[in-house]
């Protein structure tokens, strides 16, 4: 039978071999954005597409060759391998096979197109380039299936030029697609549903459908058909330039669209010109005029784009990263926020700008700040945190500050630790420590111990997309609100000391970038503890136990006011560090209801390694991100949060007398009890007036600013039957306010519950301002500025008026409160994501796997 190429081109209406090739381009970047939980069954219905278009344009001939089945055979084997790891890296390795495969044909007797000498060279080098632009760390196991995946391809492309010398396309096109679909309907049956992830994969795809959020079934119905239809059109598509050009020009539309994703999607010097260097020797291989140039003008656009990117972008990358500093604040009357505004934002802004911006830069700023080398699979930590677009590079000096005292202690000893926290149960009482089990082993985490279980679901998300790069280790995760682990000074101080000198004689020039093995008896889940340091201390004594940790001098022992750094009218505070430092507070026993008696007291006074969501100053627990962020139990619906100019005027708040367990009386001295007492009291306030020329600090009757302030309990609790009932009169609570009620308010306040407020994150992200009074510190403090992200308040409360008097009635005050909520917006869009919870993890498991690294002084990452 002749060549009739014209049998497929016809009922598509005789497209242009240009159409052609940029709409197979185009269809080859879309194909990669397919569920790649269903590829099988979504290959089936593409097929079975191109088989009812066969039927529908001619009817069924007998053959009597087996090409047909020999093509589906090689395209099925093809797809399995791809589901199941050949990645983009088979579509590199497709020019250098088929150029073995057309040769061992020709010695055959074979013929084929674009066969000429010299192909082996170019096919050499046009897989060798390709595999560099797309090379994605392939592991063996990956690298073997992409290997045999392109070997069934480039057999597939073969068998196709075959094919088509025989003509008669829409026969051919459809006896293949009737056994492709078959073939891919039981694969599709036996691998892509739970039984077959599970128990035959071991969980290849199970994770993705587990862990992520899929969407429902109406969405992925909708991505499969609509990725299927796309694949159909590509694969008639690709029919005809085969026609039109031979296998050869399909390899290369193919393998260029995987360039072009692959240059778009990790821009990069490398890439580029291993792609140019692709580029030539396709260029010098393939065959026609026509297809020659075609060829180039596609690459050049694929090449040209990030090409003209870097050439005039790179001194602007810093401008197109953030949005420009704001003008500078103009203010004639000399009212201090405006200033602690301005200087605040130039702090700020000068910490943001001088992120690093490569693996160089971020390793050599890293041994700036630590004197020492980062901790192995660094470079993974850096490119899962540009993977995702992390801006914060640097900032991490909270990891490295709240591990350095376990430099002291030698690595079996920490685990040993960790092991008996987390094994501890009393046979008689059954009592535990509390905590949830994490344990990672060979690159997996189980979850386990107590807590509720939306906690260990969550801490086991935020893990799972990074484990591989984390060394074996035994998590111990509080489930209490308050922290865990005090030290008393001394054992703190001697302590601190040894760490000190064992981090000095750390070398920073060499490094071993692998983590040890853990010895054999560890490798096992620690068993049960009959002891435990954890002591269940009465909580009316844990203002003297909380503040052991402070030194001899401090002022937490005085009885004497500590001038806390502020400006100077009004005790506006400048330094939030400083404030939340319990050493340097001496009333707080007085006026925090978690120095008074917390809800809850089970604290070792040795140095363990138990991971927190917040602490005080005082204590010693890791702080990590909190599940109760990644589980979203505060959520933020921006169709629910009006703009700024139709919000109400008034500094919101409604919540419960968290905070403290109430006995005695002693609610007076809590911390929520005093914000809302210090609104409605009947004491006068201090605010600012003009005095001449000046600001002058005046007395104002409470009641005249009591229009400014929404702020209410909802719910009386944690409290003895008598402080109930006092409270309730007192208080007078409101009713329940939902939380999605709140954006209707331009200012929101947040304050301490029994440890840190879980609504933080979500008010940061809304398009009001949020006033913040907390002692406990969490894993973003070092992220987030006073008065520029959040308006602060220290815990006397003694500028709560005039700071809100400031924001209402004064000419700036409301731009400068608009401009304050706009950045906290912006900011917490890109800092406070819930990957960015696992870019702080990821890099908090890496140090610490570190520090219980039985070679800790010898191992680290260097470039």
Known sequence: ??????????????????????????????????????????????????????????????????????????????????????????????????????????????????????????????????????????????????????????????QIEDMEDEGDWLQLGRETSMYLTAGLLVSSVAFENLFGEVMVWHGHGWNQIVMKNSGGMMVVGTWVVATAILDAARWCLLAVLVARGGAIAGVFVDLSSKLALGIWLAFGVGSIMASAVAVVGMWTWIAGVQMGILHIGVMMFVLGIPAAYMVTA??????????????????????????????????????????????????????????????????????????????????????????????????????????EAMGFKDKLSLKTNNMVHAYIRRGEIQTGGQGDEWQKKATKEMIQDFVQWLPDMDLPFNVHDEPRVIVPYDDLKKGMETAEKKLSKLNLHTGIDAFTTLPAPQRAIPPQFGQTAFNNTNPQDVSKHAMTSCPPDAAVWSHDHYPLPTSELLPFMTNATFHSDICSIPQVQTIHGFFDRPNSFSVAKELFPIFSQSKVSTYADIIYPSPWYWAHKVPYDIGL???????????????????????????????????????????????????????????????????????????????????????????????????????????????????????????????????????????????????????????????????????????????????????????????????????????????????????????????
Request: charged share 25%; hydrophobic share 40%.
């Open 1 to 158: 039978m002749t060549s009739n190429p014209t049998d497929i081109t016809k009922p598509l209406g005789g497209p242009s071999t240009p159409h052609v090739v940029i709409s197979l381009f185009v269809l080859g970047i879309l194909n990669t954005f397919r569920y790649a939980l269903y590829d099988l069954l979504t290959q089936a219905i593409s097929w079975a597409t191109i088989y009812g278009l066969c039927c529908y344009l001619a009817a069924a001939r007998p053959r009597s060759n087996r090409k047909p089945q020999i093509l589906a055979a090689l395209l099925l084997a093809a797809s399995i391998c791809h589901r199941f790891g050949a990645g983009t890296m088979s579509q590199a390795l497709v020019p250098l096979v088929f150029s073995a495969l057309a040769a061992a044909r020709l010695r055959l007797g074979g013929s084929g197109k674009n066969n000429k000498p010299g192909g082996w060279r170019s096919a050499v080098i046009v897989s060798l380039a390709a595999i560099l632009a797309l090379w994605d760390s392939t592991d063996t196991c990956n690298f073997a299936l992409a290997l045999l995946s392109a070997t069934f391809t480039a057999a597939a492309y073969l």
């Open 314 to 419: 790179k001194k602007e990358i810093a401008a197109r990263r953030f949005e420009k500093k704001p003008p500078p604040i103009i203010s004639l009357d000399g009212h201090p926020i405006p200033k602690l505004i301005e200087d605040a934002e130039d702090r700020y802004y000068a910490m943001r700008d001088s992120q690093s911006r490569s693996l160089q830069e971020a390793v050599n700023e890293y041994k700036r700040r630590y004197k020492m080398n980062p901790p192995p699979n660094f470079d993974k930590w850096y490119e899962f945190a540009k993977l995702h677009n992390a801006v914060m590079i640097d900032e991490y000096d909270t990891i490295y500050h709240q591990l350095k005292p376990f430099w002291s202690l030698e690595p079996k000893q920490i685990r040993d630790r960790a092991r």
């Open 641 to 863: 949060d009006p703009n700024w100019e139709q919000k109400i005027e008034r500094l919101y708040w409604r919540g419960s007398t968290t905070g403290g367990f109430s006995d005695f009386g002693h609610w007076k001295h809590h911390h929520r009890q005093r914000v809302v007492e210090a609104i409605d009291g009947t004491d006068p306030a201090h605010v600012l007036a003009m005095n001449g020329s000046d600001w002058a600090v005046t007395e104002v009757p409470r009641e005249s600013l009591r229009e400014m302030f929404d702020v209410r309990f909802s719910h009386i609790g944690q409290c003895s039957e008598v402080d109930c009932k006092a409270q309730r009169e007192f208080f007078k609570p409101a009713p329940m306010a939902k939380q999605q009620d709140a954006w209707k308010w331009k200012y929101l306040l947040d304050v301490d519950g029994n440890a840190f407020s879980g609504r933080y994150r979500a008010f940061l992200k809304s398009k009001s301002v949020v006033f913040k009074m907390a002692v406990f510190r969490e894993w973003h403090d070092e992220w987030l500025y006073p008065w520029v992200h959040y308006i602060p308040l220290g815990l006397g409360l003694e500028e709560m008026a005039e700071t809100m008097r400031f924001f209402k009635h004064e000419k700036l005050g409301d731009s400068l409160a608009k401009r304050i909520s706009e950045e906290s917006t912006r900011w917490a869009e890109k800092t406070l994501r819930d990957v960015d919870l696992q870019i702080w993890l990821f890099r908090l498991l890496l140090e610490y796997g570190r520090v219980i690294d039985d070679r800790r002084a010898e191992i680290g990452f260097t470039v």
